[in-house]
């Protein structure tokens, strides 16, 4: 498994290569480096896109367009998302694209039943601590074979140009030409259960402890908002679970036959059934804490447990970016005399 | 009355009426404890924490005694600045106190100053002015085991009279008694010498804790402060050192679950050497760590170990059959504050800035520096002195008997302290002329009459408050003292009307989730139903009952806030604990299957 111009494998890569992998492809790389369990996978780089584009440029512009657009011109910029994915749809991808990915997925396949990949948008500007592109680009589950994939990438970076894509970049004023797309193509976890983490309280912005989020099946179900996950506040360093919501699970997320996921009704037995062990909670708690120790801040993280062998893996992990971005007060400064803290109790009208 | 009032808000004190049939019982408090007209204008709650049953004429002296120290504390030697002290009202046996808040903002301000002066003197000297307490508690106690046993010869001995002593007898009884008094009165005030600061220095840092993580649970908190080793827990220690001891030298089966403490004594001397050998450790044991109440220590019934040793020996074969069962009773303390340091340390990383992180070390080196005393104090005070006054009364009570006050030497406890001074002056003047005393004609009636009162009012459940509800509780003493906020009102008096009629709410105490049987325990004799597994409902827990926590899956409470003693003990324990329900005892039906969510604070009834 060589990297190589076109692709990059997790464990050659990291986010100070973030320009060419992008955000997603940086970061699954950095967690394989953290020794965070990842599914396997590799990185079709940036310069796949901009050879792509190249080619898409030198028959009518692209890139120059999108940045004529003004930010709240949303008729012409629909019209230009319609125009420019039918274009990614139909243009042909360069041989030499073609080969990479084909080789990179056979690659991926070697030794394991290649059941089917993730496809997942990883875009220069995505999952930067101070813009979170959560949701923005595509991401495609339980891809099936070479022209699937080759598809599903093609339509990742179509996705770069989606309305809310444009719109998004328009309204901070990005530069286009710096705006490109990686794609991470990796192993499906056949997720038993699968959620989200953040390393510090989504509700408080605690850095004391961890909320959990998960539910039966593939972690879309989660992140999408179609299931009530069940809730657990876990104590970073005490492991103290403070807080354990088991909800009623209605559905759950699985492959569907042919490839991408289908909404499959939880069997009613296991619908008010915690979807994680106490054991799995302080499991996924010590990864937590291994990633936000190796990127030094709170950390939103997306996680599964592999069905058979229940082990927890990493789906991605990006910078906490609301309560990270709040400027709090501090809580509190030394005192000339120690003794005047008590005022606080003693000194009158709290 | 019979059942507990759930008013939507809290009745008037003038609206609570002593029961038909007690009013003489009633009468004999002292004038200024009963409740007056003009008290329907405050605030009061029924002090169920420190005085849950009714209190016999003579156990008021505990409140009297407390809350004069407490007061002259708070207000005039420490002046904090919100608050002055708490007065008491009696009915039906039943205390309710109301604190005296400072609200006029320029007396706080100068208040604050004084504040400043003094206590803060206190937290600068802590460790000094601390072992200073500690020996001033011990003469004390020392003073209070040198006074001579109450009696009067038939004669002055002859010693006394050659050695021209110049008193007599009848004047030593009556010295005696005042010494008695006088000794109680002044441990209270030593009670509360520290006691306010240190709450608030540990308050201080609990509540920047809170700020500085939000969701962080109380008894984390308290793990990074609580000591290991406070004098609190070793009567406890000692009873699993004695367990050992009975392995090591190989006299174990001498500890029979349902044996007697006769039986197991006799057994243990037929033992040789090693029965003596063991017996002598329980000596050293004895001294002074079995001076510890099976109760709170205010009432005269709760009795020590070394009164009634059935209570340790009880548990020391339950110590015994665990160390046979292969377990080990070792607290590792040394791993203990290991762990403690480590979590210091990881919380602290956790701030955000350096400034954070300066003040955090500040206020946990100041909790710290309290906490000993926190957790030291009460075996001093409520558990080692409180014995050595409630006998001593005892031995007035068993000479006042003799010479037929009453039957049992036990009635002494129905007179107040001023009765029962006018008792022993009546005996000194009648051991002087030689008449007889008058009491044999007085007080039989009214010592059986006050005694029937006590157990009517036992019966009737009474208002966990009085008054219209304050605004804002700002007073620091109650809010630590009894966990007692407006927060905890509101839940007290919706108790009846929320969406979960199954669901009570309190103080999270103690993490844990336990479900068992519930047990409505609220006199000291009845801690005998406890089954294994079974969940206390009382009151109030309290810390020496901390061998049956043991036995217990959970606890419950009426009142107690995280800082309660029992709060305290149950982590220790790691025994899931919800306090301060309001009314956990009367909204629970002895029997019911609960279950008790210690980190939460809630309970649920499970039918």
Same mark, same amino acid.
């Given at each position: 498994m060589r990297s190589s111009a076109l692709v990059g494998w997790f464990a050659d890569i990291g986010l100070a290569d973030r320009l060419e992998v992008g955000g997603k492809g940086g970061n699954l790389g950095e967690l394989t480096h953290a020794g965070i369990q990842v599914p396997p996978g590799f990185v079709l780089k940036t310069a796949a896109f901009e050879r792509f584009i190249h080619a898409l440029e030198s028959e009518s512009p692209v890139r120059e367009r999108v940045e004529s657009l003004e930010a709240d011109d949303l008729g012409a910029m629909t019209a230009l998302s319609a125009q420019l994915r039918a274009r990614f749809a139909a243009a042909p991808l360069p041989a030499d694209v073609a080969d990479a990915i084909a080789s990179a997925y056979q690659e991926l396949g070697n030794g394991a039943a290649q059941s089917g990949v993730a496809v997942r948008s990883s875009a220069t500007t995505e999952d930067a601590s101070d813009a979170s592109f959560a949701g923005l680009q595509d991401t495609y589950l339980w891809v099936q074979g070479v022209q699937q994939a080759q598809d599903r990438v093609r339509s990742c970076w179509g996705s770069l140009y989606s309305v809310e894509s444009i719109s998004y970049r328009r309204k901070r004023n990005f530069k286009e030409k710096n705006v490109a797309m990686a794609v991470v193509v990796q192993t499906m976890v056949d997720a038993r259960t699968a959620g989200v983490m953040f390393t510090r309280s989504p509700l408080t912005g605690d850095r004391s402890v961890m909320t959990i989020e998960g539910s039966w099946g593939l972690g879309s179900a989660v992140v999408g908002g179609e299931v009530t996950p069940d809730r657990w506040v876990v104590g970073k360093i005490t492991g103290e679970i403070s807080v354990r919501e088991i909800s009623t699970k209605l559905i759950r997320h699985a492959a569907a036959a042919g490839g991408g996921i289908e909404s499959v009704r939880v069997p009613e037995d296991l619908q008010r059934v915690a979807c994680m062990s106490d054991e799995e909670i302080q499991t996924l708690r010590a990864i937590g804490r291994k990633v936000e120790r190796h990127y030094g801040r709170a950390q939103d993280i997306e996680w599964a447990v592999k069905r058979g062998s229940e082990e927890i893996l990493l789906l991605q992990s990006r910078p906490e970016t609301v309560w990270s971005a709040k400027e709090s007060a501090p809580v509190g400064q030394a005192a000339a005399d120690p003794s005047l803290h008590v005022l606080s109790i003693f000194g009158g009208r709290r | 009355m019979n059942a507990l009032i759930k008013p939507k808000q809290f009745p008037l004190p003038s609206s609570l009426k002593v029961v038909p049939g007690t009013e003489r019982a009633q009468a004999a408090y002292p004038y200024y404890t009963q409740f007056s007209a003009a008290d329907d204008q405050r605030f009061w709650f029924y002090n169920s924490m420190h005085f849950p049953e009714p209190m016999s004429a003579f156990d008021m002296v505990t409140a009297e005694a407390a809350y004069c120290a407490l007061?002259?504390?708070?207000?005039?030697? +420490?002046?904090?600045?919100?608050?002055?002290?708490?007065?008491?009202?009696?009915?039906?046996?039943? $205390?309710?106190?109301? #604190?005296?808040?400072?609200?006029?903002?320029?007396?706080?301000?100068?208040?604050?100053?004084?504040?400043?002066?003094?206590?803060?003197?206190?937290?600068?000297?802590?460790?000094?002015?601390?072992?200073?307490?500690? &020996?001033?508690?011990?003469?004390?106690?020392?003073?209070?085991?040198?006074?001579?046993?109450?009696?009067?010869?038939?004669?002055?001995?002859?010693?006394?009279v050659h050695a021209g002593r110049g008193v007599a007898s009848n004047h030593i009884l009556f010295d005696t008694y005042q010494k008695t008094l006088e000794g109680y009165f002044r441990m209270w005030h030593?009670?509360?010498? @520290?006691?306010?600061? #240190?709450?608030?220095?540990?308050?201080?840092? !609990?509540?920047?804790?809170?700020? &500085?993580?939000?969701?962080?649970?109380?008894?984390?908190?308290?793990?990074?402060?609580?000591? !290991?080793?406070?004098?609190?827990?070793?009567?406890?220690?000692?009873?699993?050192?004695?367990?050992?001891?009975?392995?090591?030298?190989?006299?174990?089966?001498?500890?029979?679950?349902?044996?007697?403490?006769?039986?197991?004594?006799?057994?243990?001397?037929?033992?040789?050497?090693?029965?003596?050998?063991?017996?002598?450790?329980?000596?050293?044991?004895?001294?002074?760590?079995?001076?510890?109440?099976?109760?709170? #220590? !205010?009432? +005269?019934?709760?009795?020590?170990?070394?009164?009634?040793?059935?209570?340790?020996?009880?548990?020391?074969? &339950?110590?015994? #059959?665990?160390?046979?069962?292969?377990?080990?009773?070792?607290?590792?303390?040394?791993?203990?504050?290991?762990?403690?340091?480590?979590?210091?340390?990881?919380?602290?990383?956790?701030?955000?800035?350096?400034?954070?992180?300066?003040?955090?070390?500040?206020?946990?080196?100041?909790?710290?520096? $309290?906490?000993?005393?926190?957790?030291?104090?009460? !075996?001093?005070?409520?558990?080692?002195?409180?014995?050595?006054?409630?006998?001593?009364?005892?031995?007035?009570?068993?000479?006042? &008997?003799?010479?037929? @006050?009453?039957?049992?030497?036990?009635?002494?406890?129905?007179l107040t302290h001023y009765e029962l001074e006018s008792a022993v002056i009546d005996l000194m003047n009648a051991w002087s002329t030689g008449s007889q005393p008058r009491g044999p004609e007085h007080w039989p009636q009214l010592v059986a009459e006050r005694r029937a009162a006590l157990a009517v009012w036992a019966k009737h459940a009474t208002a966990p408050a009085l008054g219209a509800v304050p605004d804002v509780i700002d007073d620091p003493a109650i809010v630590m003292l009894w966990g007692i906020t407006r927060e905890s009102l509101d839940r007290w008096l919706c108790a009846d009307s929320g969406p979960n009629q199954d669901e009570i709410r309190g103080v999270a105490a103690c993490r844990g989730v336990a479900e068992g049987t519930a047990r409505i325990i609220t006199t000291v004799e009845q801690m005998s139903r406890l089954k294994k597994g079974d969940i206390l409902v009382c009151q109030i827990t309290n810390p020496t009952w901390a061998p049956i926590f043991d036995k217990i899956a959970g606890a419950v409470s009426d009142i107690g806030g995280s800082m309660s003693h029992a709060a305290i003990v149950a982590r220790e324990y790691g025994l899931p604990a919800v306090v301060g329900t309001g009314n956990g005892t009367t909204r629970i039906k002895d029997g019911q299957r609960i279950r008790v969510d210690g980190g939460r604070g809630v309970v649920t009834i499970l039918h």
């Open positions: - | 007061g002259a504390v708070n207000t005039r030697v +420490h002046c904090l600045p919100t608050t002055l002290g708490i007065d008491h009202r009696i009915i039906n046996g039943r $205390v309710y106190i109301g #604190g005296n808040s400072v609200t006029d903002p320029a007396e706080i301000a100068a208040r604050l100053e004084e504040f400043k002066k003094r206590a803060f003197y206190y937290y600068e000297n802590w460790e000094r002015l601390y072992d200073q307490w500690r &020996a001033k508690m011990l003469k004390l106690i020392e003073d209070a085991r040198s006074l001579p046993k109450p009696e009067l010869p038939e004669l002055e001995p002859l010693a006394n030593h009670h509360f010498e @520290f006691l306010l600061l #240190g709450y608030g220095a540990y308050m201080t840092f !609990f509540e920047f804790c809170k700020k &500085a993580f939000p969701e962080i649970t109380d008894q984390t908190i308290a793990r990074m402060v609580a000591g !290991f080793d406070a004098e609190i827990f070793r009567p406890d220690d000692e009873l699993r050192r004695l367990a050992r001891c009975a392995v090591e030298l190989g006299v174990d089966k001498s500890f029979q679950e349902h044996a007697s403490v006769d039986e197991i004594i006799a057994s243990l001397k037929l033992k040789g050497e090693a029965g003596r050998e063991w017996l002598q450790e329980l000596e050293t044991s004895r001294n002074p760590w079995f001076n510890i109440n099976v109760g709170d #220590g !205010f009432y +005269h019934y709760h009795r020590a170990w070394n009164d009634d040793l059935s209570m340790p020996f009880a548990s020391l074969s &339950a110590y015994v #059959g665990r160390l046979n069962a292969g377990e080990s009773l070792h607290r590792p303390i040394e791993k203990l504050q290991a762990e403690r340091r480590q979590l210091i340390e990881d919380y602290r990383e956790l701030l955000a800035t350096a400034d954070e992180r300066a003040a955090y070390d500040q206020m946990i080196t100041l909790a710290h520096r $309290v906490f000993p005393y926190v957790e030291g104090h009460k !075996f001093y005070c409520e558990h080692w002195y409180t014995n050595l006054f409630f006998n001593k009364i005892r031995e007035f009570g068993g000479l006042l &008997a003799a010479h037929g @006050f009453f039957p049992d030497a036990e009635d002494v406890f129905q």
